[in-house]
């Protein structure tokens, strides 16, 4: 095993820079991952079929369980071994994408998507402490940059690869797709990739109860986002179960309640406890000394804002495109590659503007690009809106999340020592993760709040009533637009227009909730730039 002390000194070698690759290229199959499941997901909710709360189910428990195992996993890589890790979690992350392809129902699906996600949690910590690792000095800013161009172009591939299989081929198929990939990776990544580990862990125990604290906590908290709108927040709307146990709507307070107390004393107990066994000099899930470091904090803190904002608009728009607009799943992953296309583009330069502006600079033209792109986009986002109406400003969009994602990840990382390259990253992609199922639930439950009221609003203003309209209005919000694509089949009319009017005004919403996530995004990233400059200002 090549010494990490060496490659902080030494040049990268020609296998190095070809194991950078393999590893850009797992990560960037779970990356591809989500982008063909939020295309096909319109045709998920119609043939399985799925609710709204189903729906947000399959991309938020992937990110839930993300949350929940990467600190975990991030220490188990630094314990054990980075390339292992990363090797098993391919292995794992394949049996669920197959399972996941032969889902027959909502529950084995979103089971499956469980089972991807613990293979995800074991790659995403590998892949970026190991480059961490790896690349120090100014070949580490070439390292991240490619790592950025890999990645924008897994979801450049990603909507036009969910369109075509989805609408040639069939939905499962965006599942069967990881296994070829997989295998590549797999191979290549035992040639290329070297061993790196943390040398100070060995043989110290594990934090298994700071492991249970993090999972229950940030499991908990994705549910109560997204089970809320449905479960009611206070008063129970509705019976929830599961394995045969029930919450009934006679009880005195909805489910979500007990479990926001769960989430809270969790994280709480994780962050106490973490502190206490580090005072004790043991071995923990999280160094929290590592928020001590400025680009650290603000940076992390600027990563979880942006999630949120980002993986709101990948959830929301392929709804929209779908069963409110009428595009088939080639014509959404067309205009949603349009996004993808300016990340690419944007990707590949983002290292070259960074010797210019700073990575930190960077990261806050790309946030401002992306704030442009959604005010745009609510703006042209209505009934009969054309593709090249709503691609021209998702470009603009995906030019800033191109130079934003790749350079923010360098930042965070930038002062982390290497021997604790394992927990940097696995944080970093901690709350990455916990902004994405947070911006998958809020998205979908401002798309809920909202349709409630536009949908009712939209058929009145069309002059329509009765309980076919009534039972139309519900279904739609109940099915997350699919009742529409039906309507349209069947005879199309007065009540198709009114509700894809609807839809569209709660998809705006949903939009501007997201830019308003952006722009906080955007003001921790002007603190990132202030302390990568003078790190005495993060002292108060």
């Not at 195992?69 to 992350?93: E, H, T, Y």
């Not at 307070?253 to 580090?278: D, M, T, Y």
């Not at 904002?309 to 069963?323: D, T, Y």
């Not at 965070?412 to 021997?419: F, Q, S, Y």
Request: glycine share 12%; with cysteine; charged share 10%.
């Amino acid at each position: 095993m090549t010494a990490i002390s060496e490659t902080i000194t030494t040049a990268p070698t020609r296998r190095d820079w070809l194991g950078l690759g393999a590893l850009a290229a797992g990560l960037g199959m779970i990356v591809l991952d989500g982008t063909i499941v939020g295309v096909a997901l319109p045709a998920m909710v119609a043939d399985l079929p799925l609710t709204l709360s189903d729906a947000q189910w399959v991309g938020s428990l992937y990110a839930a369980v993300l949350a929940a195992l990467l600190l975990s996993a991030g220490r188990l890589a630094d314990r054990w071994g980075r390339k292992r890790l990363f090797l098993v979690g391919i292995v794992v992350f394949m049996l669920g994408s197959l399972w996941a392809a032969t889902a027959s129902g909502a529950g084995s699906l979103i089971a499956a998507r469980a089972g991807q996600a613990i293979g995800a949690a074991m790659i995403m910590p590998s892949t970026l402490s190991t480059v961490n690792a790896t690349f120090r000095g100014k070949y580490r800013a070439a390292a991240f940059g490619v790592w950025g161009a890999v990645i924008s172009g897994a979801a450049a591939v990603g909507p036009l690869a969910g369109g075509a299989l989805t609408q040639y081929a069939s939905w499962p198929w965006i599942f069967l797709v990881n296994l070829p990939l997989g295998t590549l990776v797999f191979v290549a990544a035992i040639f290329t990739v070297r061993e790196t580990k943390d040398p100070l862990v060995g043989g110290r125990g594990g934090d298994v109860l700071g492991a249970v604290f993090s999972a229950i906590g940030f499991a908990a908290l994705v549910f109560v986002v997204i089970e809320g709108p449905d479960l009611g927040w206070w008063r129970p709307h509705e019976d929830f179960e599961v394995f045969g146990l029930i919450w009934p709507t006679t009880a005195p307070v909805s489910l979500v309640v007990p479990l926001a107390v769960v989430a809270a004393f969790g994280i709480a107990g994780f962050l106490v406890w973490e502190r206490r066994r580090a005072r004790r000099g043991r071995p923990v899930l999280l160094d929290l000394t590592l928020f001590r470091l400025p680009t650290f904090r603000w940076g992390n803190l600027t990563a979880g804002t942006i999630a949120v904002g980002e993986f709101a608009i990948v959830f929301v728009l392929p709804l929209c495109l779908v069963n409110a607009l009428g595009f088939d799943a080639m014509g959404a992953g067309l205009v949603l590659a349009a996004m993808a296309l300016g990340a690419f583009v944007s990707g590949a330069l983002a290292r070259h503007l960074a010797q210019r502006l700073g990575a930190p600079g960077v990261v806050i033209a790309g946030l401002a690009l992306e704030i442009v792109g959604i005010a745009w986009l609510v703006t042209v986002v209505g009934p009969g809106s054309g593709g090249w109406t709503l691609a021209i400003p998702l470009i603009v969009y995906g030019l800033g999340l191109g130079l934003a994602s790749a350079q923010l990840t360098g930042t965070v990382l930038r002062d982390v020592p290497v021997a604790q390259s394992g927990q940097g990253s696995a944080t970093q992609s901690t709350v990455r993760q916990v902004g994405s199922a947070l911006g998958t639930a809020l998205a979908g439950a401002a798309l809920s709040i909202t349709l409630a009221v536009t949908l009712p609003a939209a058929v009145s203003d069309a002059g329509l009533s009765g309980a076919r309209v009534d039972s139309a209005v519900a279904a739609t919000r109940s099915s997350a637009g699919a009742t529409i694509s039906a309507l349209r089949a069947q005879h199309g009319g007065a009540i198709v227009d009114a509700l894809s009017a609807g839809f569209t005004d709660a998809t705006r919403v949903a939009l501007l909730v997201a830019g308003v996530f952006l722009v906080l995004g955007l003001i921790g990233a002007l603190r990132v730039r202030a302390v990568a400059r003078h790190p005495a200002l993060s002292h108060p």
